[in-house]
């Protein structure tokens, strides 16, 4: 089992998650990215801005995955996260998995992306036109 977690400041590179993901052994990747996007209940969203206590994030994030590994059997599964102010179109995150079957992929990667939402210590701000909110760290 291979495992990448990472934070960081700098823009996310979607193919060099998907190059390390790849593996012979596995018949299937998911790849979960999430963007920004436009807006949010109807409002435009200028951007957003991400801010996370890296230590205990780090810490979670792994706990997450080894929780994945332990209910899946997963063969490599990525975690990057990206922290700073993030233009609509950005990507703040991608969470990747493979498995020997694409169930246990699909799984896996839904279970890390949700829970990463609910308990990890990284904070989303939407910045509107008309003022600015953080939003609650779950979907």
Same mark, same amino acid.
């Given at each position: ?47 957003? &801005?991400?801010?996370? !206590?890296?230590?205990?994030? $780090?810490?979670?994030?792994?706990? %997450?995955? /080894?929780?994945? @590994? ?36 699909? &799984?896996?990667?839904? !279970?890390?992306?949700?829970? $990463?939402?609910?308990?990890?210590? %990284?904070? /989303?701000?939407? @910045? ?12």
């Amino acid at each position: 089992m291979s495992t990448q977690i990472q934070i960081s400041p700098d823009p996310l590179n979607i193919q060099s998650c998907i190059d390390w993901i790849m593996s012979p052994q596995s018949g299937g990747i998911d790849v979960f990215i999430g963007t920004v996007r436009n807006a949010t209940k109807g409002k435009a969203v200028l951007r957003l &801005e991400f801010e996370a !206590y890296e230590p205990m994030a $780090l810490t979670e994030m792994e706990k %997450i995955v /080894k929780q994945a @590994i332990e209910k899946w059997p997963v063969q490599k599964a990525l975690v990057h996260h990206r922290t700073g102010v993030l233009q609509v179109g950005e990507v703040p995150v991608i969470i990747a998995v493979s498995a020997a079957h694409r169930a246990a992929a699909f &799984e896996a990667c839904r !279970y890390i992306i949700d829970t $990463l939402k609910q308990t990890v210590p %990284i904070w /989303k701000k939407e @910045i509107f036109e008309d003022g600015e909110v953080w939003v609650a760290a779950h979907p």
